[in-house]
């Protein structure tokens, strides 16, 4: 008999997997911590945020989402602007993203991030696209 299950994920299986991740990376760079964010509106419910983390040098943004209701004003950049400066000052020289064709791509060009890779096409038409901003 198989010793291990192989299951669909809870959100508290996922966070555990996230956990053990970010433990064995500790082996291999001590330096590193979360630097996510939410933004919540005047009811209380989140309406944007990151998931993003700091290892030595690097802040990776692994998630940016702004709800469609709150999009156009600047959230996202202001979100970005946020893990730059806080990598920043915590020692990061540059912010590494990715993003699919239609999550707006643009979006990280218009603020100085460049393109270093892609894959296309990735999902159906749209490709996969990889950016990386130096910070000063």
């Known amino acids: 008999m198989e010793p291990y299950a192989i299951l669909p994920a809870t959100e508290e299986e996922v966070e555990a997997v996230h956990a053990g991740l970010r433990a064995y990376n500790r082996n291999y760079c001590p330096d590193a911590e979360d630097l996510s964010r939410a933004v ?3 009811a209380g419910r989140v309406v944007a945020g990151t998931d993003c983390f700091r290892m030595g040098t690097l802040v990776l943004v692994d998630v940016l989402w702004v709800d ?3 999009r156009g004003q600047g959230l996202g950049a202001r979100l970005l602007a946020a893990a730059e400066t806080d990598g920043c000052r915590r020692g990061a020289r540059r912010v590494e993203r990715n993003t699919f064709g239609f999550q707006a791509p643009g979006f990280y060009e218009k603020l ?3 393109l270093v890779g892609s894959v296309e096409p990735a999902v159906g038409d749209y490709g996969h696209y990889y950016y990386a901003k130096e910070l000063t």
Do not use: F, L
Request: charged residues 55%.
């Open 40 to 42: 919540r509106d005047e």
């Open 68 to 70: 469609e209701s709150c």
């Open 112 to 114: 100085g991030y460049r």
